[in-house]
């Protein structure tokens, strides 16, 4: 497709459940990033993947956060047994090529609200 | 380690008015990329212009003009004639060429109000 897909675009979770949040990269693009949003606050980087193979995994919580880019399938982001600070806006990111060139800027998804009661 | 602050959490100007927005950015690469991205109310991330390190030439974009200063490690986003379409979150980012521009780190925003 021509632009990022998020889906679903509202999860409500109770405390402890797990979720599960997908992402359909642009058609052709090779690098996929999520990034965590709180209270239309400042974007915390989560993870990077070029192709299925994760590259920047620094800001995962890894105790209980998780992500895969698997061939023919949507990218995801589990959070497994979800705390109330784990409400927030997570946003995917892709690129064409290597973000360091210069017409490859992150085209983003709409976001998915988690929201964790 | 790299940071970007905007020091601005949030600017209220009127109509026509040109306004200014900041960004500082820390960075011990010498190669990197600066970023200015929109969130509208409706929650979209809109990129608008990226720049690279060792390209300090200022762009123009229609109403919209950037001011890169090596100098003083600062990449200012100026509207001019704001319009109330302009009301949004702005937010300047940084990645740096040493994580191959994988880990792009955001400032905490500055949310612009243009009334009418």
Redesign the interface.
Known sequence: GEEVAQTPKHLVRGEGQKAKLYCAPIKGHS?V?W?QQVL????K?LI?F?NENV??E??MPKERFSAKCLPNSPCSLEIQATKLEDSA?Y?C?SSQS?????NS???????TRLTVT | AQKVTQAQTEISVVEKEDVTLDCVYETRDT?Y?L?W?K?PPS???V?LI?R?SFDEQNEISGRYSWNFQKSTSSFNFTITASQVVDSA?Y?C?L?E?S???????????TRLFVKA
Not at chain 2, 102 to 108: P, R
């Open positions: 690098y990033f990034y239309k606050n400042e974007f980087f990077s070029q590259f920047d620094t800001g806006v946003f990111a290597r973000p360091r060139d210069k800027p992150l085209h983003f998804g709409n976001g | 190669t990329y970023f991205y969130q929650g979209e991330l990129f990226r690279n979150v937010f980012a990645s060429a994580t191959g521009g994988f880990k792009t780190i955001f400032g905490a925003g």
